[in-house]
């Protein structure tokens, strides 16, 4: 349990994993992560390019933000990812940081979430937010449920009914994506981002096991609704790959 005293001396890192594939976000994304409510000497920034080059890191660093590249020639895009993610957690453990805040390079949460997620005092705690659009959305979340004696996680899905879902409670979860997300520097010593060769799932996947494995409970704050800005991500990753 994160002491409530504490909250304001909090020493933050505030990153994402990125490529030029969310060029189409970036200025508006960008715009939000520099001006977070949050004392300015409390939290800094890193982004880890995983383009196919370092052009892009190398222009992202000439913005004033602390860029690392990782490149993702011969991996998977879910390796690439776990990868970058892996740069971000080393980062926080080799520099004191309290938390890791990833905020997802198409997500943009309200300019409170920062106060917003550690004011739960939880090691791991995220936002609310939908992938796809109009009736084909769903909620980011997904959840533990019993099938007589087996355990199976499902996808909360349907548009229409995770409107009920969000009633501003804090829930507690199996996983709720990396979109927006605070974990514990305690979290992050014990637990690496990873995925498993060949696997479809991704890296917040297998991070809600690891959790689960430990014993560890992960929460969502369904107060904390984040614009996903992924309207655009089809069209330019096909332009991207191809």
């Not at 520099?95 to 990833?102: F, K, Q, S, T």
Request: aromatic residues 8%.
């Amino acid at each position: 349990m994160v002491d409530y005293n504490k909250l304001k001396k909090m020493k933050l890192l505030v990153g994402c994993p990125t490529s030029e594939a969310k060029s189409y976000c970036e200025k508006e994304y960008l715009a939000t992560i520099t001006n977070l409510f949050y004392p300015k000497e409390l939290y800094d920034i890193m982004i880890v390019d995983n383009s196919k080059t370092g052009k892009n890191a190398k222009r992202i660093s000439k913005l004033g933000i602390n860029c690392r590249h990782v490149n993702p020639n011969g991996k998977s895009n879910q390796q690439y990812i776990a990868e970058s993610q892996e740069v971000l957690r080393q980062y926080v453990l080799d520099n004191d940081y309290d938390y890791l805040v990833m905020i997802e390079s198409d997500i943009i949460p309200p300019l409170t979430c920062l106060t917003s997620l550690l004011s739960h005092q939880q090691p791991v705690v995220c936002g609310t937010y939908f992938i796809g659009h109009g009736a084909d959305s769903y909620l980011m979340r997904q959840l533990v449920e019993k099938d007589g004696n087996q355990e199976r996680y499902t996808i909360n899905s349907d548009g229409i009914h995770a409107i009920n879902d969000i009633d501003g409670q804090l829930k507690e979860v199996q996983n709720g994506g990396f979109g927006c997300i605070a974990i514990h520097r305690s979290v992050l010593s014990q637990i690496k981002f990873r995925v498993e060769k060949g696997a479809d799932s991704h890296p917040d996947s297998y991070f809600g096991a690891d959790l689960a494995q430990l014993g560890i409970s992960q929460y969502q704050d369904t107060s904390l609704l984040c614009e996903h800005l992924n309207s655009s991500w089809s069209t330019v990753l096909d332009a991207y790959i191809n």
